[in-house]
């Protein structure tokens, strides 16, 4: 039986900078995705933000992941031709009631280590963007937009350029215990189809699912994961805004706000929606309540342009009712299990931390293999 280095299991954005960190450094890794191309889940279906770190508590993960992922993304991105640009992104109080949102993620911010955010009155946002009405806004220079599907090609080249194979069509559906590291098993096999010395479950919206079929894994390793949908509407035609432009945050998500893609076309979403099962759908008739919350945004928007567009997921710890949960990456000092690291509720900023995440993975592994 074939025995290797690293197994990285899921081949989103997270995976496959995993994947990456390790083939750089010499070690024989192979990447699968259960489905025929990589990056097609969470990875595919977001507003492809580059964030600045401004809603994160200090000292979580999400702060110092996203703090940390956003400069090496840049310099990636630079270094390596990936498309992306500074945008910057405008955050608006549309009255006085919700100019305490404002103040609140001006703290926030500032705790995390974000020195760059500026608050702005009326008069001031409409000088950076003449068809936004509001009463108070923050704008956040160091916020951009990368073009997710050029990043993974890059991170997926350089992987395999070190070394690395990626296998499509591959779920792994369970791991047991080997003496040479992990057995996985392949779409249900009952014989592992390899051995790898260490895996990383960057499974995603499916990591819960391995982690429960995989041997010696207590059940409070593993949380419970809800999935919820987040639908973005599309508009057809040029838009007279050059920033992205968010409102004060809503529970389970960042409000619906306005995206920009690399080509300059806008998009509104995402809203939050719980679900129970993975569903992609994207229902026409919430085209009004996209429309009421577009007009926030740009008053002036022709209805006849907005249109539905696509669906994204986040597999978040905790259901509705919960509080906020940052990203859970366990590694051997927290299950007790030598050279597995699982990844849970890798939601938004995932992309954004990307880099950093797999740093962090593998600094969890290394210490794990020398027992610290």
């Not at 401004?54 to 310099?75: D, H, N, T, V």
């Not at 990936?82 to 911010?109: C, E, M, N, S, Y």
């Not at 047991?176 to 010395?197: F, K, M, Y």
């Not at 920033?243 to 809503?250: D, I, M, N």
Request: glycine share 12%; net charge neutral.
């Amino acid at each position: 039986m074939r025995i290797i280095d690293t197994l990285v299991v899921g081949a989103g954005v997270i995976g496959l900078s995993v994947a990456r960190r390790f083939s750089i450094y010499g070690h024989e890794t192979i990447v699968i995705d259960g489905e025929e191309a990589f990056g097609t889940w969470t990875s595919a279906r977001n507003s492809e933000v580059i964030h600045a770190g401004l809603y994160y508590p200090p000292g979580s993960l999400k702060a110092a992941l996203c703090m940390q992922g956003r400069e090496l993304l840049y310099r990636y991105c630079s270094d390596r031709g990936v498309p992306h640009r500074r945008t910057g992104k405008v955050i608006f109080a549309a009255d006085a009631a919700q100019a305490a949102g404002l103040d609140a993620i001006l703290a926030t911010a500032a705790a995390a280590g974000v020195d760059d955010l500026r608050r702005l009155d009326a008069r001031e946002a409409a000088a950076l963007e003449p068809e936004l009405r509001c009463h108070a806004a923050l704008l956040s220079p160091s916020t951009g937009i990368v073009d997710s599907h050029g990043l993974m090609t890059a991170l997926l080249g350089e992987a395999t350029a070190h070394g690395a194979i990626f296998a499509a069509r591959s779920r792994a559906t369970r791991l047991t215990r080997h003496r040479d590291g992990w057995g996985v098993h392949i779409d249900g096999e009952a014989e592992p189809t390899l051995v790898a010395r260490r895996v990383v479950n960057a499974g995603g919206l499916a990591a819960h699912r391995l982690a429960r079929a995989t041997e010696g894994l207590a059940a409070e390793h593993v949380p419970d994961i809800r999935y919820a949908r987040g639908v973005y509407f599309t508009y057809a035609g040029k838009v007279p805004f050059r920033h992205l432009v968010y409102p004060v945050p809503v529970p389970g998500g960042l409000g619906t706000h306005l995206t920009l893609d690399m080509a300059g076309m806008a998009r509104f979403g995402p809203d939050v929606e719980w679900i129970d099962a993975v569903d992609y759908s994207v229902d026409p008739a919430r085209g009004a309540r996209f429309l009421a919350a577009a007009r926030l945004i740009w008053p002036g928007i022709d209805p006849d342009r907005l249109q539905p567009g696509y669906a994204g997921i986040r597999p978040k710890i905790g259901g509705p009712d919960a509080p906020v949960a940052d990203f859970r990456i366990d590694g051997p000092e927290r299950h007790g299990l030598p050279g597995l690291v699982n990844l849970f509720g890798i939601e938004s900023p995932g992309l954004t931390a990307s880099l950093a995440i797999a740093d962090l993975v593998a600094a969890r592994l290394e210490a794990g293999a020398s027992g610290g």
